[in-house]
């Protein structure tokens, strides 16, 4: 069963950093893309960054571009979300996606939700002073 399981959310001040992790439960990232996506309470789930197993290419959202890192390790067939400087607008429930992908069109911008096929539960980010 193809599973993603984030974890690595919890309480940050501003200006702090958290790291996420995404385990691919039952798929290889070899075949495919992975997104993170947020959600604040009130608000739309959107896109936050997605790498693309086809050529590693990454996009983020504006909102995060220089503050945000996502990587993947084959090896360890996990995806990580590096998050600096930490704004208490950050704060949200943050999910992981996967969307198998042969052609790169899964992650070719910031991610959509309608573009991924499988969802994790999500982890909690709170940036608070």
């Known amino acids: 069963q193809v599973q993603p399981v984030e974890s690595g959310g919890g309480l940050v001040q501003p200006g702090g950093s958290l790291r996420l992790s995404c385990e691919a439960s039952g798929f290889t990232l070899e075949w495919y893309s992975v997104g993170w996506f947020r959600q604040a309470p009130g608000k739309e789930r959107e896109g936050v960054s997605c790498?693309?197993?086809?050529?590693?290419?990454?996009y983020y959202a504006d909102s995060v571009k220089g503050r945000f890192t996502i990587s993947s390790d084959n090896a360890k067939n996990t995806v990580y979300l590096e998050m600096n400087s930490l704004k208490p607008e950050d704060t949200a429930v943050y999910y992981c996606a996967a969307g198998p992908d042969v052609s790169g069109l899964v992650c070719s911008d910031v991610p959509i939700v309608g573009a991924y096929d499988y969802w994790g539960l999500g982890t909690q980010v709170t940036v608070s002073s």
């Open positions: 790498i693309s197993n086809v050529d590693g290419s990454s």
